[in-house]
């Protein structure tokens, strides 16, 4: 079984009175995360808007003031709830932030997750500890989302190893096979701009997996990136998880956008897979 926690340990120059409203205050917090709503209660709602282009819809389960928060994460609206613990301890004249995440489903989703905890605290020092505000960050993050359908595997595979059933969902096929080593072209509208993205199947394990290598045309990509549809069974059905990876391979100038437009993109496209085989209401 693949872990599905970690911890990550950051030292900071600053003390506890000076940390501890960085994590709370939603005008300290957009000094190094992003853009932060948060009520400090039980049950308090939370809603981040990242700098990477995630969105975190959570709730505050326990703050114990100056020296941990809890929090229910969820990464996007349908993700499943995964659990975040920030404990901040005294460390000489400075202190110590430990960040404790768990409930994550798969090595895609606590690679990313980790990634993102790195560079959020060492943008939380860099703010705490020299008044920098972040640059924006995040380019190099996967998009690693997760939806529970309520079909089985085998109902739900054509639907991502077809080219009728990948237009249903995801963009016009012009071209597909499910081969290992067959190209592929996919056209669709977005925002207003036409979008042709292209690439080669990677990997097929019927009714499991889809892996493809992924390309924005005339984006300037340096190369291409990595796109994974992976089902697994679920007591309600199935579970499926997109982890979109390789922002790292184009340009560092054109990552970050890339990766923003990713997160936005995919979202709705899970969103309309999930309306697309919700149960039919009866009337």
């Known amino acids: 079984m693949e872990p599905t926690s970690f911890t990550h340990y950051r030292s900071l120059r600053s003390a506890v009175p000076s940390v501890w409203p960085c994590l709370t205050r939603p005008e300290l917090l957009a000094g190094w995360i992003g853009e932060a709503d ?36 969820k990464p996007f609206d349908f993700d499943p709830e995964s659990h975040v613990v920030w404990r901040l301890s005294g460390d000489g004249p400075g ?22 905890w790195r560079d959020s605290l060492e943008a939380l020092a860099q703010y705490v500890d020299r008044n920098v505000p972040s640059a924006e960050w995040g380019g190099t993050h996967p998009v690693t989302m997760r939806a529970f359908l309520p079909r089985t595997a085998p109902e739900l595979w054509p639907l991502l190893s077809s080219a009728s059933g990948l237009t249903k969902w995801v963009a016009n096929v012009e071209q597909f096979e499910p081969q290992t080593g067959s190209v592929f072209r996919f056209r669709s509208r977005y925002r207003g701009q036409d979008v042709v993205e292209q690439g080669i199947v990677q990997e097929v394990i019927p009714e499991s997996r889809l892996r493809l290598s992924w390309e924005w045309v005339g984006e300037g990509w340096s190369a291409p990136t990595e796109l994974l549809f992976a089902l697994e069974p679920d007591p309600a059905g199935t579970s499926l998880l997109i982890s979109h990876s390789g922002f790292e391979r184009i340009e560092a100038a054109g990552a970050l956008a890339a990766r923003r437009n990713y997160a936005s993109a995919w979202a709705e496209v899970l969103s309309d897979l999930r309306v697309l085989v919700a149960p039919a209401v009866a009337r």
């Not at 505050?60 to 994460?73: D, K, N, S, Y």
């Not at 202190?95 to 990634?115: I, K, Q, W």
Request: aromatic content about 6%.
């Open 38 to 73: 948060m009520e400090l209660r039980p049950d308090g709602a939370l809603v981040l808007k990242l700098w990477n282009g995630d969105a975190i819809h959570g709730r505050v389960i326990a703050a114990v003031p100056t020296a941990r928060l809890e929090l229910a994460w």
């Open 95 to 116: 202190s110590r932030l430990t960040v404790t995440h768990d409930g994550l489903r798969s090595r895609e989703e606590r690679d990313h997750a980790r990634l993102f």
